[in-house]
Nanobody, 125 residues
């Protein structure tokens, strides 16, 4: 059984940084691409960033490009999301998930099978 556990969320001021972590356990976690999604209050869940299994290809939503960086350490079975220059509109519950379909699917929720429980990020202006 695959388990994904996020950590690193919190409450910060606008302009601050946070680093989220997602630790995976279960069968062969390092052979899958991974993604981060978020759900702002009262809104649908949306794509944030994704990284392929080797870590040499990444993709980002336009509204976080240049501010967020996704990375992974396969030796630790962990995916990270470094978030800089945070804005109030980044307030959301952030989820990591395991990707099954990379090409054409990295930003689609339906291409992901296992999801973490989420971690809250609150940015105040």
């Amino acid at each position: 059984q695959v388990q994904l556990v996020e950590s690193g969320g919190g409450s910060v001021q606008a302009g601050a940084s946070l680093r989220l972590s997602c630790e995976a356990s279960g069968p062969t976690p390092t052979t899958y691409a991974m993604g981060w999604f978020r759900q702002p209050p009262g809104q649908d869940r949306e794509f944030v960033a994704a990284i392929n299994w080797s870590g040499d290809t990444t993709n980002y939503a336009d509204n976080v490009k240049g501010r967020f960086t996704i990375s992974r350490d396969n030796a630790k079975n962990t995916v990270y999301l470094q978030m800089n220059s945070l804005k109030s509109e980044d307030t959301a519950v952030y989820y990591c998930a395991r990707n099954l379909v990379w090409s054409g699917g990295y930003n689609q929720q339906t291409a992901y099978d296992y999801w973490g429980q989420g971690t809250q990020v609150t940015v105040s202006s």
